[in-house]
Structures are given as structure tokens and as C-alpha cells.
């Protein structure tokens, strides 16, 4: 586990001294220690936690979690926007199967193009058809929710958005978990939306139709991701800002390199040569 207010103070040094506009993250910095805010002890809150530094940022996110799942479990779910994460809705169908009709429904995930022009990253997006209303997670119903103004709220999901994009910047590896819903695991330019089974039951109420939808590969448990390896054989953790170590990916063989790069070049017209 790595110290978050250690990582910040890094980060707004190394953007000092590089001349770039300074990056600083005064909510998060207060957040990471603060034990007791608004008159009330932190420890009282329900907290799904191991490392008591991190409380507040990790209710502020538990509850942004809880507002997506609540709008996707709805009879008619609306696609919910995360801004600057990416947006969620359900495609849903029906088939006749052993002499009965199920209703399938399936979580989809489009990626914020802020996130993805980051580093080219990989990831089949699926619009939002137009006739589905399209809802963004609310400031005001976080706060609601949660012993912080909306104005800390506000500042800790950006000031988090911000930091998970500096990480990404950085080239590392991530998990942004929404707690209840799923993991967004991202390994060099590959991305996986990975979904809670719990989550995907609630919203199928069918064992059978759950199982399906993983078989076929329609959905990914955010289990297949938990030791999803990494070239640096460890992630960054949103929003617990923990580093954990997973198992370590081979490196890319050096032929894959140059026939990337001969691809690279071709692209623009020019005729690569690359020898062993």
C-alpha cells in the first residue's frame, strides 16, 4: 500500500520543478488525514475500508458508485455519465430458450474520450441509443449522501479524475473501482469494463442468464481482473490509492516492437527498415 498524501506531495513537486503548470490537490491532501470533519467521527460512518487514511475520499466514491448502480437497476434505466470516467447503460433483449422467454440484460460502458486520447487507449465503446434518457451523477445527491459539502465532493472527483489521468499519463497501470458495480482495469493500452457478479444478478435476478452472459463472454466478472497481469507487475488502485502487486506480464518481444513500429511508419508513408 502506498501513502496517498506521499504520492500527491511527489506529484505537485516533480510539476513544480518540470516549469508545468503546478498540479495540486488540496481536497484530496485533506481528505487523506482529516479524521474528523463537520463535528463527527469518521469512524461512525460505514466505511468498506482497510487503511483508515483514505476514509473520505472512499465515501465520496462509494456513494458515486451507489447512484450508478441505483439508475441501472431501475425498471427503465437511464444511461448514468461519471464525468470524465465514462458513461453506462443497459442493452437489453429477449430470447426463447427451453421452452420460456428471458430477458437478458447486459451493462455496457462507453469510455470517456478524455480518458482514452490520454495514450491511445484500446476500447470498443457502444454509443447510447438516442432513446434512452442519459443522466450525469449529481454533485448535489453525493453531497446528500454524504457528511462533506458539495463543493468537497465535487473537488475530491475531479482532484481523483486528475490524478488516475496522471497515472495514465505516467504509462502505469490502473483499477478505478466502483464499488457494487465494477472494476475498470486498464494494462498499457488494453481497457476491460469488469462487472460485479452480484451486480450483474440484481439486474438479471437469473442465475442461469448470469452465467450465460459471462460464458459467451458478453459481460467480464471483475474477478477475471483482480490479478490481471501488469508489464510492471503492479496497478494503482482508485479511489483507495493503494499500488498492489499483480502478477507480471511478459515484455513485448522485441520483433513485435519493430513490426509496430514498421506499421507506424508505413502509416505515414514512409517505408521502414528494421533490421534484427
Same mark, same amino acid.
Given at each position: 500500500? &502506498?501513502?496517498?498524501?506521499?504520492? #500527491?506531495?511527489?506529484? @505537485?513537486?516533480?510539476? %513544480?520543478?518540470?516549469?508545468?503548470?503546478? +498540479?495540486?490537490?488540496? /481536497?484530496?491532501? =485533506?481528505?487523506?488525514? &482529516?479524521? +474528523?470533519?463537520?463535528?463527527?467521527?469518521?469512524?461512525?460512518? @460505514?466505511?468498506? +475500508?482497510?487503511?483508515?487514511?483514505?476514509?473520505? +475520499? $472512499? /465515501? #465520496?466514491?462509494?456513494? $458515486?458508485? =451507489?447512484?450508478v448502480r441505483q439508475q441501472l437497476l431501475q425498471e427503465k434505466p437511464e444511461a448514468v455519465s461519471v464525468t470524465g470516467l465514462g458513461t453506462f447503460h443497459i442493452q437489453?433483449?429477449?430470447?426463447?430458450?427451453?421452452? @420460456? $422467454?428471458? /430477458?437478458?440484460?447486459?451493462?455496457?460502458?462507453?469510455?470517456?474520450? &478524455?480518458?482514452a486520447d490520454i495514450r491511445r487507449l484500446q476500447y470498443a465503446s457502444v454509443p447510447v441509443p438516442d432513446e434512452i %434518457?442519459?443522466?450525469? $451523477?449529481?454533485? =448535489?445527491?453525493?453531497?446528500?449522501?454524504v457528511p462533506y459539502s458539495k463543493e468537497v465532493v465535487q473537488n475530491c472527483m475531479q482532484e481523483t479524475l486528475n490524478f488516475f489521468y496522471f497515472i495514465l499519463t505516467n504509462r502505469e497501470d490502473t483499477d478505478f473501482i466502483l464499488k457494487d458495480v465494477g472494476t475498470l482495469a486498464i494494462r498499457g493500452t488494453e481497457v476491460t469494463m469488469a462487472f460485479c457478479e452480484d451486480f450483474l444478478l440484481s439486474l438479471n435476478k437469473s442465475t442461469y442468464v448470469v452465467e450465460k452472459m459471462l460464458t459467451k463472454k458478453w459481460v467480464i466478472s471483475d474477478k477475471e481482473v483482480t490479478l490481471s497481469p501488469s508489464c510492471f507487475g503492479r496497478v494503482y488502485q482508485f479511489p483507495q490509492f493503494e499500488m498492489r502487486t499483480v502478477p507480471r506480464r511478459a515484455p513485448v518481444a522485441v520483433n513485435e516492437i519493430c513490426t509496430e513500429f514498421e506499421s507506424a511508419l508505413s502509416s505515414m508513408g514512409i517505408r521502414g527498415n528494421v533490421s534484427d
Open positions: 500500500m &502506498t501513502n496517498l498524501e506521499a504520492l #500527491i506531495t511527489n506529484i @505537485e513537486l516533480c510539476s %513544480k520543478v518540470d516549469g508545468c503548470s503546478r +498540479v495540486t490537490f488540496p /481536497t484530496l491532501k =485533506k481528505l487523506s488525514f &482529516t479524521a +474528523v470533519l463537520a463535528g463527527r467521527e469518521l469512524a461512525d460512518f @460505514e466505511l468498506d +475500508v482497510s487503511s483508515p487514511c483514505f476514509p473520505g +475520499v $472512499v /465515501t #465520496i466514491w462509494s456513494s $458515486v458508485s =451507489k447512484h437489453k433483449w429477449l430470447s426463447f430458450e427451453n421452452g @420460456e $422467454v428471458l /430477458t437478458f440484460r447486459r451493462p455496457l460502458f462507453s469510455l470517456s474520450r &478524455t480518458v %434518457k442519459k443522466v450525469s $451523477v449529481s454533485y =448535489k445527491k453525493i453531497h446528500l449522501d
